[in-house]
């Protein structure tokens, strides 16, 4: 088998970037590593860790490199379409982090640059839902495929977090609300389950309170019916307002697949792997931020242990890497399943707004 040499962009060296950059400079493809960030300083930082040869504040200074020849977007979500757009300028393969972009049609010009591509071929972007990736997901994506729960009938997801999260989400960016960047990765998933059918419908419900009262007019509680084309119905629940110590270093989820011919559950929450230590437990997103009880493997990116990275960030990591050095198939999304789990997001926060049901395609 062909392999092919990878020189990597890293554009963002903060929390995922640092998390991808280190996984790939242990990845037998990769030759050659870059970073970029906003503040030069962490660029230089990252650099330093991964034994980058070249760093910048510039981040389409370093996607340009003759040296790169793939690129990990994982800026902060407001600026992934300027570096996507760049990298598929310069005919350069991309793995930028979920949501594709905040807008729609900022979602819409990068599907059109990527089905374009440069002279002739199209650009080969995937988006990280690093869910598709967590082993228990990926094993049930294979009992739908083997027909085992048959025709999906209905499925339900609800996830919870700490507000203490949601809170340092929304400083990064307004709108980067819980259900846009968070749910999300549910909706994506319900979507990879069905593998088809379009989404026709959402109505939702919220409710404030937590996190208005710190500053931000978002809900604290959202749930939703989604409704598809092949009368297949989804309820989605999510809630970032949980005491900011609660022992969930990411996602506490539970996912329900229900099928004319079974049915799956699958408890996300951990809740059956408990610690309590009086030393304090670093939180996997949140600098500065410990709690005493966790849940163990409830970090959404996965754990380190014993000098190496396991879960679902580094499963999906390797597996871009491996694509792109051997040509092996991967389940990342595409960028119009990407761009349809974002209208998704847009609508059901629509939908709350308004107190209606609202059709899809979204208007405009």
Known sequence: MQRNQIGLAIIGSGRIGTLRARLASEHPAVRFIATADRDPANAKALADKVGAKVHSGNNL???NHPDVTAVVVSTAEGEHTE????????GKPVLVEKPIALLATEADSIIAAAERGVNGKPGNVRVAYTRRYKDRYLIAKEQIIQGRVGKITGAAARVFNSSSQALAMLKRDPHATPVVDALTYYVDLMNWFLDGPKLVEVYSRGTK???KAAGHD?????????TYDNGTTVNLGISYALPEKYPALGHAARVEVLGTEGVMILDDDHTDQIMYTNKGIPHVYLPDHTVNMVFLQ???P????????????????RAWLDHLATGKPCVHATVREARAT??????????VESGQPVRLPLAG
């Open 298 to 300: 409830s970090g959404t």
């Open 342 to 351: 974002l209208e998704a997001t847009l609508a059901i926060e629509l939908s």
């Open 218 to 226: 978002v809900d604290d509680v959202c749930y939703s019916v989604l």
């Open 61 to 63: 200074e370093i996607i």
């Open 302 to 317: 996965g754990d380190w242990a014993l000098g190496e990275m396991w879960g679902p960030i580094a499963n999906e990591t």
């Open 83 to 90: 570096a996507v757009l760049t990298a598929i300028a310069a």
């Open 209 to 211: 309170g937590v996190l």
